[in-house]
């Protein structure tokens, strides 16, 4: 049933609203400030680990760095005259992270040490349980539970039989060396190919376990001269405009063509990593077994100045063969060779299928979201789930993930949610979340456009559903801009 917009308040406007956001990272942290700016504040932010900061906590893995320019990689509100490079690493990126949620008073707003274990809609308002038996109660949830948060472990045979060290990329342990070590890696991902590329010159032997080859296209990442930083301090509107050319340019160049399948853009883009692989990987063996077999782009793209260089270095292996077993001195490959390592990294991904589970979500019907998504997940425009009112994701199913900012969909959310947050706070409604009926329009048109886009020309990906229809916005990012700009207020049920 979809409810027609009305303009007359049903009662008095709210201004005791609470909200809970679930999670502080990137989104997390955005939601909080946003809040506080709008005026609400009364909210609580929830955070499962002791520190803040998502994706760029837990991936600490050598080499990691966002292959997003720094200055797209901000916060609009919050530029950095700082950014070492122009792809700047992790650890920088979590500082910029504290320092802004510092700066604008969130940070002592978040309880950390709290995982939510449930939330569930009960008289009208969010209950919420917590991992240490608390509880809570607000209007509103905001789950910026992220995306790429839990580490998809292999299933390979032998896994407990290795005797070195093992780990997640997602889980670095550093208190293991790595320098003089025999290092193996699974997986050809940004994730693997970045921690390729720290550790060759680090390590005695480097052996690269590839199931499937990538494109990569090269980048350069300059350092910023002191120079360049006090300008950018001084005149933050050259900040500005790096930003504002770079999410042209990735709009335009990139992610606009992605959902285009006969872009010729596409074609640029995969005739540039060829000429890449052509040129700088001399030996024509290790060249054809680089060699992707699909379209660049169908896979997310890895962008690196360095992993050929890295691969071809002396001690360093690339292995196509598949892997058989873990043993107890290594990789056992399917032609009978073991490969004897004294550590081995997994750099095989995310579930990303989970989104805000393993968190229990029950909705206003009783049904939970596990129930809801038993086919997988879907939200209307990657927000909100008919049935769950006033309970809204960042960066939920279906939305933009790809080489972009996504810190750019978040901001873009966020200004939409509070939109919908303003029909509860002017009291033209107390419970608002998408219709059944705009939800299904909207899931069997993005079906019908995912067909279309680069992702489903024939790979393996984590942008794939489990029938291997891609899961991500399958619009331009334009079309995502102008949808995020204002909801269509008929498209949601609003009692
Ligand atoms: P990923 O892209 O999902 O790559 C996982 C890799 O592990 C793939 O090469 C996969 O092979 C391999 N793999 C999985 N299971 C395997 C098995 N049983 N045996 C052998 N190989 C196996 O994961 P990721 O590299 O962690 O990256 C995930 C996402 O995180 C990226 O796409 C990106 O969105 C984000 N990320 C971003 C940055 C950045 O710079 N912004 C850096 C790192 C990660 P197949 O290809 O054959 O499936």
């Not at 509103?140 to 093992?166: Q, R, S």
């Not at 376990?209 to 494109?215: D, I, S, Y």
């Not at 680089?290 to 890295?310: G, H, N, Q, V, W």
Request: charged share 25%; net charge negative; proline share 5%.
């Amino acid at each position: 049933m979809t409810t027609e917009p009305t303009s007359t308040p049903a009662a008095a406007p709210r201004n005791d609203l609470r909200f809970i956001v679930i999670g502080a990272g990137m989104s997390g942290i955005l939601s909080a400030i946003k809040l506080k700016q709008a005026g609400f504040d009364d909210f609580a932010v929830y955070e499962k680990a002791d520190r803040l900061g998502g994706t760029w906590r837990e991936n600490t893995y050598p080499g990691i760095a966002c292959d997003v320019p720094s200055h797209f990689y901000s916060y609009s509100f919050a530029p950095n005259p700082d950014w070492s490079h122009r792809f700047s690493p992790g650890a920088e990126i979590h500082a910029y992270f504290e320092a802004v949620a510092h700066r604008y008073g969130v940070h002592e707003r978040i309880q950390f040490g709290k995982e939510v274990t449930r939330c569930a809609f009960e008289d009208g308002r969010w209950r919420i349980e917590t991992s240490d038996g608390a509880t809570d109660v607000a209007d509103f949830v905001i789950a910026a539970t992220g995306v790429l948060h839990h580490p998809a472990i292999p299933d390979i045979e032998g896994l407990d039989d290795f005797e070195g060290a093992l780990f997640h990329s997602a889980r670095w342990d550093h208190d293991v060396p790595v320098a003089g070590k025999r290092v193996g890696v699974v997986g050809t991902g940004s994730s693997a190919i970045q921690i390729v590329s720290a550790l060759v010159d680090r390590v005695e032997e480097l052996t690269l376990f590839q199931r499937t080859a990538q494109w990569i296209t090269p980048i350069e990442n300059p350092a910023y001269s002191d120079t360049e930083k006090a300008e950018f301090q001084e005149h933050p509107e050259a900040m500005q405009t790096i930003r504002d050319a770079v999410a042209r340019a990735f709009t335009d160049g990139f992610a606009n063509v992605l959902v285009d399948a006969d872009s010729p853009m596409l074609q640029v883009i995969h005739d540039s990593c060829l000429a890449n692989l052509e040129n700088n990987v001399k030996d024509p063996e290790l060249r054809e077994k680089l060699r992707p077999d699909y379209r660049a782009t169908c896979k997310r793209l890895i962008m690196s100045e360095d992993f050929y260089d890295a691969i071809q270095r002396p001690n360093a292996k690339l292995v196509t063969e598949g892997i058989e077993r873990l043993e107890k001195s290594g990789v056992r490959t399917r032609d009978g060779r073991l490969h004897e390592l004294d550590v081995l990294v997994l750099a095989t991904g995310f579930r990303v299928e989970d989104f805000v589970r393993p968190m229990r979500v029950i909705g206003r019907s009783g049904a939970s979201m596990d129930e809801v998504w038993k086919d997988g997940p879907f939200a209307h425009l990657a927000i909100s789930v008919p049935d769950f009112p006033n309970f809204f994701m960042l960066n939920g199913p279906n939305g933009p993930v790809g080489n972009f900012s996504l810190i750019e969909v978040a901001e873009l959310q966020f200004g939409y949610i509070l939109q919908l947050v303003e029909q509860v706070r002017s009291g033209a409604c107390d419970e608002i979340c998408a219709s059944q009926e705009a939800m299904q329009r909207f899931d069997a048109e993005r079906r019908e456009a995912a067909k279309k886009t680069i992702w489903a020309s024939g790979c393996k990906s984590w942008y794939l559903d489990a029938d291997g229809l891609p899961t991500a916005w399958p619009f331009t990012f334009d079309r995502f801009r102008e949808e995020m700009s204002k909801p269509q207020l008929g498209d949601f049920e609003r009692r």
